[in-house]
């Protein structure tokens, strides 16, 4: 269980949640903000929204501003450019740093520097859309197999994903995918069960695993359905919670990823013949330094299975501003601000 903070909300001053922005996520990040919004002004802190697609990020300044919630998804809040124009401005905001962000949002380079670290990832392939061949989907496929996952490198929520089973599949998808990226990543499909992980500071939290009607959990499962199924707990064992608790923090920190944060897994349907245990292997997917924070998010779900409600959560991220500024390493967290049970 993880404890409440007790802190003076007066110590935050002015808040701003940052917001919206102009990003193909924008309307999960209004719902996001919103939530954060509420949860802080409850709490008693100075907390107004903030939407880049309609104001200059100088503006934070020029209103004096002494913090910031940054709830921006995918492009310009997820890639380090708002953290950069932040720190150019001087003004604490949550969550991972301008290299963090940048490594953790390309899904190319995520994979790259997991690879490097003997940390588990499906195999895959890179495509480029100046390069780019039709006939190259027989290679991909050859390499691969018949089933592959198609992923724009830089666009979070599931969005330009799909799934292939055949040349024809996999050539749409690619296509598709190019109309996010000039990048694709393609991976070969993992048959088993999702996993999530969520990171709050040097914590992991319990792991989630998530059920859509359509066997793919995509942007309509995540922020539409109401037939999405969650379990928190998963449902595994004492020893596979251990490990991928552990696998998502060494993921997340491979990647400089900081103060909270989410990583996604899936794990192979392999089952031991004589036990009927699930055996299979867990593969890293990505790494989301700015996670959903709707009513069907994932990180707050998890919160709640560790002790902390919603405006509890929200608080624990933003006290990390508190910190991060002034040279004291994120680690020290637990021991910078006082708790309560």
């Known amino acids: ?52 697609k ?11 501003f002494d913090r910031s919630f940054i709830a921006l998804h995918g492009r310009g809040g997820e890639d380090g450019s708002i953290q950069g124009a932040l720190g150019q401005l001087n003004i604490p905001y949550t969550g991972s740093g301008v290299t963090g962000s940048a490594l953790s ?30 006939t190259d989907v027989d290679e991909i496929m050859n390499v691969l197999g018949t089933t ?8 979070g929520s599931s969005l330009g994903m799909a799934r292939a089973t055949d040349a024809a599949s996999l050539l749409s998808a690619v296509n598709k995918a190019f109309e996010y990226d000039q990048h694709v990543l393609i991976e070969a499909f993992i048959f088993g069960p999702e996993y999530t992980v969520s990171i709050l500071g040097e914590q992991a939290l319990p792991s989630i695993t998530m059920k859509s009607a359509s066997g793919f959990y995509d942007y309509y499962a995540k922020y539409q359905a109401d037939t999405t199924i ?29 103060g909270w944060g989410r990583i996604d897994l899936m794990r192979g349907n392999e089952i031991h013949p004589k ?15 700015v996670p959903g924070m709707t009513k069907t998010s994932l990180v707050p779900k998890a919160a709640k299975q560790a002790g902390l409600s919603f405006e509890q959560l929200v608080m624990h991220i933003l006290a ?11 680690n020290k967290s637990d021991t910078a601000i006082n708790t309560r049970t």
Not at 9 to 38: C, H, T, Y
Not at 54 to 64: A, D, N, T, V
Not at 236 to 254: G, H, I, M, W
């Open 148 to 155: 592959v996952m198609v992923k724009p490198s830089l666009e």
């Open 105 to 134: 949002i390309d899904k190319v380079l995520s994979k790259l520097i997991w690879h490097a670290r003997q940390l588990p990832t499906a195999e895959y392939m890179v495509v480029s859309k100046a390069t780019f061949k039709t």
């Open 230 to 258: 969650y379990h928190c707990p998963s449902g595994l064992s004492e020893e596979d919670e251990n490990y991928v608790r552990n696998l998502a923090l060494e993921a997340f920190k491979a990647l400089q990823g900081k």
């Open 54 to 64: 309609y104001r200059s990020i100088c503006e934070l300044s020029h209103e004096h």
């Open 320 to 330: 990390q501003t508190l910190y991060t500024f002034t040279g004291i390493a994120n």
């Open 1 to 52: 269980m993880i404890k409440a903070i007790d802190i003076d909300p007066n110590q935050f001053g002015k808040v701003a949640v940052i917001l919206g922005g102009n990003s193909a996520e924008r309307e999960v990040s209004l719902a996001s903000g919103q939530a954060i919004l509420n949860a802080l002004i409850d709490y008693g802190v100075d907390a107004q929204a903030f939407d880049p």
């Open 275 to 289: 036990s009927g245990k699930a055996v299979g292997k867990f593969y890293l997917l990505e790494s989301n330094t």
